[in-house]
Structure formats: structure tokens, C-alpha cells
């Protein structure tokens, strides 16, 4: 069963029987999902020795690796959807992870925290500290955030290198917003390839 709302959303945009990778996979309860759900055949790459034996024990093909050395091994366009959930703010190489993911896929699927969430912006604008909150539960010091971003932060980081936003949903909890998502959002789910495809 999924309970995490962006895993709704990204069974909604993955095609029945597409061939999906999915980068920072965990314990694979996506994949499982998307498998059982729609079909797909799916691996996993994930780098945590705990979530790779969960991934292994959800019957998930999983590869161990560390995504900053990059997706080299794998082919061009081997991939209809490559996925990246709530993982992108954690990677080092923002600019080549992403590159790579579209090299790989057709398309990607990319979800993250808005760091614009007006409630985020409340903690550090009337208490003078960096936000904790349920979706972002670390304090400023063993967060393994390295980039904090916003919805507008992604959406021009897509446009400067040409990358065509094909759907986008911000949630508030569990519902979508669309009333200034950049404010009322908290977590953005982004389906992207490049403007040529």
C-alpha cells in the first residue's frame, strides 16, 4: 500500500509497462507498487546498506551505487521514466544527477521539498532559524540537505537548460495547490525530458 502522496502522482504519470529506474529507491515500495500496479519493469539504485536489503526483501531488482558517480554504466534512452523522490536536494551534483537521468530516460519524474513554503518561511523570518517541520525533520546541522530550493528555483534551473516541464502538482499535506504553489506548497512533483522530446 503507498501512503506517501507523491508516490500517487508518479503512478498517475508512469505509463503500464514502462521500464522505470528508480535513483535513491529505498526499500523499493515504489517500485513494488508501480510493478504490481502497472506493470512496469523496474531497478532500483540505492546506496544505503539497510533500504538495499529492504528493496531485496520487497523482490525489487536493485543495484547498490552512489549517484554522484553518475548513471555512466547504463545506455542512453535505456529507460522510459527515470525517477528521483525526495532525493534531489540531497545530491552534491544537481546539474549532472539530472542530466543523466534525462540521458538515461525518455523522461524524468523529479519530487523535492519547496524550501518556499510559507511556513518555512515563518520559522526563519519570526524565529530566526533554519525550518523543522515533518517533511523537513532535521535540524541545520545533520540535515543531509545540501540545496535548499523552491518551486521558482526549480522551474528556472529547467528553463536555463531547456528542460520542458511536461506536468507539474504541488501539495499542501496531501491536497494540490495551485493558488502561488511557490508559497503554499511543500512538496513539488516535476515530469520533465528535454524540449526536443
Given at each position: 500500500?503507498?501512503?506517501?502522496?507523491?508516490?500517487?502522482?508518479?503512478?498517475?504519470?508512469?505509463?503500464?509497462?514502462?521500464?522505470?529506474?528508480?535513483?535513491?529507491?529505498?526499500?523499493?515500495?515504489?517500485?513494488?507498487?508501480?510493478?504490481?500496479?502497472?506493470?512496469?519493469?523496474?531497478?532500483?539504485?540505492?546506496?544505503?546498506?539497510?533500504?538495499?536489503?529492504?528493496?531485496?526483501?520487497n523482490g525489487v531488482n536493485v543495484i547498490q551505487a552512489n549517484l554522484e558517480d553518475?548513471?555512466?554504466?547504463?545506455?542512453?534512452?535505456?529507460?522510459?521514466?527515470?525517477?528521483?523522490?525526495?532525493?534531489?536536494?540531497?545530491?552534491?551534483?544537481?546539474?549532472?544527477?539530472?542530466?543523466?537521468?534525462?540521458?538515461?530516460?525518455?523522461?524524468?519524474?523529479?519530487?523535492?521539498?519547496?524550501?518556499?513554503?510559507?511556513?518555512?518561511?515563518?520559522?526563519?523570518?519570526?524565529?530566526?532559524?533554519?525550518?523543522?517541520?515533518?517533511?523537513?525533520?532535521?535540524?541545520?546541522?545533520?540535515?543531509?540537505?545540501?540545496?535548499?530550493?523552491?518551486?521558482?528555483?526549480?522551474?528556472?534551473?529547467?528553463?536555463?537548460?531547456?528542460?520542458?516541464?511536461?506536468?507539474?502538482?504541488?501539495?499542501?499535506?496531501?491536497?494540490?495547490?495551485?493558488?502561488?504553489?511557490?508559497?503554499?506548497?511543500?512538496?513539488?512533483?516535476?515530469?520533465?525530458?528535454?524540449?526536443?522530446?
Open positions: 500500500m503507498i501512503t506517501r502522496a507523491d508516490f500517487d502522482i508518479i503512478t498517475q504519470w508512469v505509463p503500464s509497462g514502462a521500464r522505470v529506474l528508480d535513483l535513491g529507491c529505498g526499500d523499493g515500495a515504489l517500485l513494488k507498487h508501480l510493478a504490481e500496479s502497472k506493470a512496469v519493469k523496474g531497478y532500483g539504485i540505492e546506496n544505503d546498506d539497510a533500504a538495499l536489503l529492504g528493496a531485496i526483501d553518475g548513471l555512466r554504466d547504463i545506455a542512453s534512452q535505456s529507460f522510459d521514466v527515470v525517477v528521483l523522490s525526495q532525493t534531489l536536494q540531497a545530491i552534491r551534483h544537481t546539474e549532472a544527477v539530472v542530466a543523466e537521468m534525462l540521458r538515461v530516460g525518455t523522461q524524468a519524474i523529479v519530487t523535492f521539498p519547496n524550501f518556499g513554503y510559507w511556513k518555512h518561511r515563518l520559522q526563519i523570518a519570526f524565529g530566526g532559524r533554519m525550518p523543522v517541520s515533518d517533511d523537513l525533520p532535521y535540524e541545520w546541522y545533520n540535515t543531509p540537505n545540501v540545496h535548499l530550493f523552491t518551486v521558482r528555483d526549480f522551474e528556472a534551473f529547467c528553463n536555463a537548460r531547456n528542460y520542458r516541464v511536461m506536468n507539474r502538482r504541488v501539495l499542501a499535506g496531501d491536497r494540490e495547490t495551485a493558488w502561488l504553489p511557490n508559497l503554499t506548497g511543500n512538496l513539488a512533483i516535476y515530469q520533465i525530458c528535454p524540449s526536443q522530446r
